[in-house]
T-cell receptor, first 115, second 111 residues
Framework: DAGVTQSPTHLIKTRGQHVTLRCSPI?????VSWYQQVLGQGPQFIFQ???????GRGNFPDRFSARQFPNYSSELNVNALLLGDSALYLC??????????????FGEGSRLTVL | GQQLNQSPQSMFIQEGEDVSMNCTSS?????WLWYKQDPGEGPVLLIA?????ELTSNGRLTAQFGITRKDSFLNISASIPSDVGIYFC???????????FGAGTILRVKS
């Protein structure tokens, strides 16, 4: 069974550019969450989507946006990239939201480097 | 915001030894999860805990959900070299939609 798949795995951008990261959840999972992991820290919550609706947003600026498609895949967009956006961006899928569906399964991440 | 305090920050142990790490919080969580992350990869779910006081095992791993719902611990028995990695605790609040992660415990094993 395929796990959570993310693309691209690595990318390099320059300041001011924008980036789109993609995620396909585990088959049957309807919720996708995005996390940012800076080197040496635990993942930080960015967004959660369930049934194509945003269900939660972390403390990130409006330069970060996301959406979920009818097939439950998702995109994370970051505009006007800053050096500090360099991080591993993790996508996680789960069956739904809340208790007992809170087990998140992570992809391998997209490593973004901003120069 | 919610914070999880995870300790120790790092451990360097002899192969065969037991390992213990824990997480504490000032907030109540309804779900505790433990993940392991290898370099260049995403976190892998090890154990999920849903009830206060619950003790759950997964092979050599045992985790407990604290009675106060503000803490959890993870034990690894008879460590082996492939246990090397970063272990994260994560908490989910009632009706929550985001996991709050600890800063991680780096585990190194001497063979």
């Amino acid at each position: 069974d395929a796990g959570v798949t993310q693309s691209p795995t690595h990318l390099i951008k320059t300041r001011g550019q924008h980036v789109t990261l993609r995620c396909s959840p585990i088959s049957g999972h309807k919720s996708v969450s995005w996390y940012q992991q800076v080197l040496g820290q635990g993942p930080q919550f960015i967004f959660q989507y369930y049934e194509k609706e945003e269900r939660g947003r972390g403390n990130f600026p409006d330069r970060f946006s996301a959406r979920q498609f009818p097939n439950y895949s998702s995109e994370l967009n970051v505009n006007a990239l800053l050096l500090g956006d360099s991080a591993l961006y993790l996508c996680a899928s789960s069956l739904g939201v809340g208790m007992n569906t809170g087990e998140l399964f992570f992809g391998e991440g997209s490593r973004l480097t901003v120069l | 915001g919610q914070q999880l305090n995870q300790s120790p920050q790092s451990m360097f142990i002899q192969e065969g030894e037991d390992v213990s790490m824990n997480c504490t919080s000032s907030s109540i969580f309804n779900t505790w999860l433990w993940y392991k992350q290898d370099p260049g990869e995403g976190p892998v779910l090890l154990i999920a805990l849903y009830k206060a006081g619950e003790l759950t095992s997964n092979g050599r791993l045992t985790a407990q959900f604290g009675i106060t719902r503000k803490d959890s611990f993870l034990n690894i028995s008879a460590s082996i070299p492939s246990d090397v990695g970063i272990y994260f605790c994560a908490g989910l609040m009632e009706y929550g939609n985001k996991l709050v992660f600890g800063a991680g415990t780096i585990l190194r094993v001497k063979s």
